[in-house]
């Protein structure tokens, strides 16, 4: 019977193309809105996520923003790891520089820093060797860059051994970078990158002090973090006199709970206005559907009368208006793949139709059907036979 | 086999009553082919519409092959309508998007028959009324005369204890009309109950039997 009534209801939809159709697109805008916006924003927010894991999800920063005279010295950092080796840390300062190699030139940013950073950071070497302890220690000239400098100013990837200048003082490359394949390296371009000892980078730039403003720290685990959180703001506080405001800790965890948040209640608000052009998708079914048991008042007569019962022609016509919505539903989805996939090539980031927000598409769709297909399929059901019978449409 | 006691309906229309059926008797046996004449606003399709369980009497006893149908409620009026009843209508009413073979097969699906006997009995029915070369076709690409045993087929596709038609000849010309005609009295010959609804006298004498109605009143003619 169900099979029956799918046959007639593909029928009567396809009998009645343009005005199928138009029904239809109320449902196709609005499963395009919702599965386009949610997958935009979920895609967005799994290649930031990405981005930011890459950072290290175990990672502190720590800022110095007041040293009450008492400023920190890589000194003081090496102590603390001796300390409590529960945790890596390393300092960071970042300059500008003019980079040449032979006749080319170009703007470089320097980062001055010491061996525990490649792991902090999770930067891995593809050729040469990152920096070593001994680098700082002695303060050799030696610079480890990535592949955007490598190619770019220097011409070719492997030039380890290589010469630069970084503001006319010459470093000797003795590490390349792996290529960063992250969605946000790729839309907005590397930038040309080298790193050097924290020692070196003092002698490269005068606007940097011996002082450590900046510094990084990241352990195995969440629990070693979180003893390594509270250890750090130990002995901040006891060295900056108690005052709270003279530094700042970032827990990388916690941009990420926060960043969760946002998003998932950008995923919501989007969702919930592409739900209401659902809505009146349905709406306009149900009209259709009303215009539709009217005209076909002797058709439900004649079923009556040769013998189909109220939930028969209910049935046919719940499916007929569940027809309507779910194909308007599967349009619309293939649509939302084409036109994630446009906006894939044109961005540079891969948006792909989110799974859980389709089937949600679907779900809803089905639920509209069967809502706004309801009333009028129990209209024609009530009809009385010979009332039918003599209706002339 | 068809009992009718004292039957009465009564519409309102627009204040007034309007006695359609006014106690009306009759018993029509098994094989009978009967035909039903009376003049407009007679009380024919009212007489009908009871007859074929489309409505229901005000007062009165109907029983149809032994069966109480005057207490019957909705879904049971419609599985007898289904299974015991075949109507030809004056209009024909086939519905129009579905070609000749599904309108003949219907009344099966709502029996819920298996496909295959659905379709021998559906080739079965239109072999019957010569028109299963015109299977494939929607009534509007049929003539009067064979959208009328299109239905005619979909009427005894169900092997019905009744076949009730209503003015069958009615949007005919004569010579069509002749010819369902000639099908009645072969499903006669067949031992089928035929009960024939009209105004036409012509058409009302070549029933064996002629019962005459006349202001919702029912009377034996001949």
């Not at chain 1, 138009?22 to 395009?32: A, K, Q």
């Not at chain 2, 059926?21 to 009759?26: K, P, T």
């Not at chain 2, 064979?146 to 005919?172: C, H, M, Y």
């Amino acid at each position: 019977m169900v099979g029956q009534s799918v046959k007639m209801a593909l029928k009567s939809v396809l009998s009645n193309k343009m005005r199928s159709f138009l029904t239809m697109l109320g449902i196709i805008i609005g499963v395009v809105a919702l599965v386009v916006l949610v997958s935009l924003v979920s895609g967005a927010t799994t290649s930031v996520t990405d981005e930011i894991n890459n950072l290290g999800s175990n990672l502190l920063t720590v800022s110095v923003s007041d040293n009450k005279g008492k400023p920190m010295k890589l000194e003081d950092l090496r102590v603390w790891m001796e300390e409590d080796p529960i945790a890596l840390t390393a300092p960071l300062s970042q300059l500008e520089a003019t980079g040449k190699y032979g006749t080319e030139s170009d703007s470089v940013q320097v980062h001055g820093t010491t061996a525990p950073y490649a792991q902090i950071q999770k930067l891995e070497v593809s050729r040469g060797r990152w920096l070593k302890t001994t680098d700082v220690d002695q303060v050799n000239y030696v610079a480890v860059v990535n592949t955007a400098l490598a190619e770019e100013l220097v011409g070719y990837k492997d030039c380890v051994g290589e010469s630069i200048s970084l503001n006319g003082m010459r470093f000797t490359i003795v590490g390349v970078l792996e290529e960063e394949d992250s969605a946000m390296a790729a839309m907005m371009g590397e930038q040309m990158t080298a790193y050097i000892p924290y020692t070196a980078a003092l002698r490269v730039s005068d606007q940097i002090s011996s002082e450590v403003t900046t510094f990084y720290i990241a352990s195995e685990d969440e629990k070693s973090m979180d003893r390594a959180e509270a250890r750090v703001k130990a002995l901040l506080m006891e060295r900056f006199d108690e005052d709270e405001d003279a530094f700042t800790v970032i827990n990388q965890s916690e941009i990420m709970d926060a960043l969760g948040s946002v998003t998932a209640t950008l995923s919501l608000l989007l969702g919930g206005i592409a739900a209401i052009s659902l809505l009146v998708g349905g709406i306009g079914i149900m009209n259709i559907m009303l215009v539709s048991v009217t005209e076909r008042t002797r058709e439900i007569g004649i079923r009556k009368a040769i013998g189909a019962g109220r939930g028969v022609i209910m049935l046919q016509f719940l499916i007929e208006a569940l027809t309507i919505s779910l194909i308007g539903c599967l349009i619309g989805i293939l649509l939302s793949w084409g036109i994630l996939a446009v906006i894939s090539a044109v961005g540079g980031m891969a948006f792909g139709v989110n799974g859980t927000v389709a089937l949600a598409a679907i779900a809803f769709s089905l639920g509209i059907g069967v809502l706004f297909g309801l009333y009028p399929a129990n209209k024609a059901a009530k009809k009385a036979p010979i009332e039918a019978l003599r209706y002339d449409g | 086999m068809i009992v009718f006691k004292e039957v009465s309906k009564v519409y309102h229309i627009g204040g007034e009553e309007v006695r359609a059926l006014d106690r009306a008797s009759m018993h029509i046996r098994k094989g009978e082919f009967v035909s039903i004449v009376g003049p407009s606003g007679s009380g024919k399709s009212t007489l009908m519409n009871i007859m074929g369980c489309l409505d229901v009497a005000d007062s009165g006893e109907y029983r149809l092959d032994g069966q109480p149908v005057d207490r019957y409620r909705e879904w049971e009026l419609t599985a007898v309508r289904n299974r015991k009843i075949g109507f030809i209508f004056q209009n024909f009413n086939l519905i129009p998007k579905l070609t000749a073979w599904e309108n003949v097969e219907l009344p099966l699906i709502y029996q819920k028959i298996s496909r295959e006997e659905r379709q021998r009995r559906t080739a079965e029915a239109l072999e019957r009324v010569e028109l299963l070369n015109r299977a494939r076709h929607r009534p509007a690409q049929l003539s009067g005369g064979q959208q009328q045993r299109v239905a005619i087929a979909r009427a005894l596709v169900t092997k019905p204890s009744l076949f009730l038609a209503d003015e069958p000849t009615g949007n005919l010309d004569s010579r069509t009309g002749e010819e369902i005609m000639r099908i009645f009295h072969e499903l006669h010959g067949q031992g089928n109950t035929i009960v024939l609804i009209t105004h036409d006298r012509d058409i009302a004498v070549q029933a064996a039997r002629q019962i005459g109605i006349h202001d919702g009143k029912v009377k034996e003619v001949g």
